[in-house]
């Protein structure tokens, strides 16, 4: 069997990786419907410019520790399966290990992540994040930091799987903005 090859993106002070159809049609609808039916979701706060607003998604947190992020501490909940599976495939291919995943649902083109790095203290820098991507094609915008007119924009579609590496959070934010489309489970 041919070991799938990812795209290298084309970012200074990045290293940004996409395998496209890494799970296909089958195993992406299995896994959404498995994790949109057994996922414990929540829609929780977090602390923007001072104030407690609720997060414009649903999430899950899934993991080995605690992770602090935007004035709330999320504690992780065991693996199940399903994610055990994911995790066992994109750890193989990547070389990586992940100790958690951070599970957000959009329900719809109102749902969103604004602009951010995952930089927060307790990620050690360089390490890489992860995203895989069940259900409707989604936005994934990259911007420079220090120019934000810089920026990449992808399309991530059911089963794609895209990891983030290096410098790369150090240099650029990325986010899922709004748009208008149907039901979309994005592992991050």
Not at 112 to 130: C, L, P, Q, T
Request: aromatic share 12%; proline share 5%; charged share 25%.
């Amino acid at each position: 069997m041919t070991p799938i090859q990812g795209s290298q993106l084309s970012m200074s002070n990045a290293d940004v990786v996409i395998w496209r159809c890494l799970f296909d049609t089958q195993e992406s609808e299995q896994f959404f419907s498995q994790l949109y039916q057994n996922i414990a979701w929540k829609h929780e706060p977090i602390k923007l410019f001072g104030k407690f607003v609720l997060q414009p998604r649903l999430t899950a947190y899934y993991g080995d520790k605690p992770y602090p992020y935007s004035g709330i501490i999320m504690y992780p909940l065991p693996w199940i399966e399903p994610l055990l599976k994911i995790k066992s495939r994109i750890e193989l291919l990547s070389n990586t290990e992940f100790n958690a995943v951070l599970l957000n649902l959009y329900r719809d083109g109102s749902d969103s992540m604004r602009w951010h790095s995952d930089d927060e203290k307790e990620i050690v820098a360089g390490s890489a994040i992860g995203s895989v991507s069940f259900g409707t094609t989604r936005r994934f915008v990259f911007r420079r930091r220090d120019e934000r007119k810089i920026k990449i924009n992808l399309e991530l579609a059911q089963g794609d799987f895209l990891v983030m590496r290096g410098e790369t959070q150090k240099f650029w934010q990325h986010q899922v903005p709004k748009r208008l489309n149907k039901l979309v489970l994005g592992l991050i």
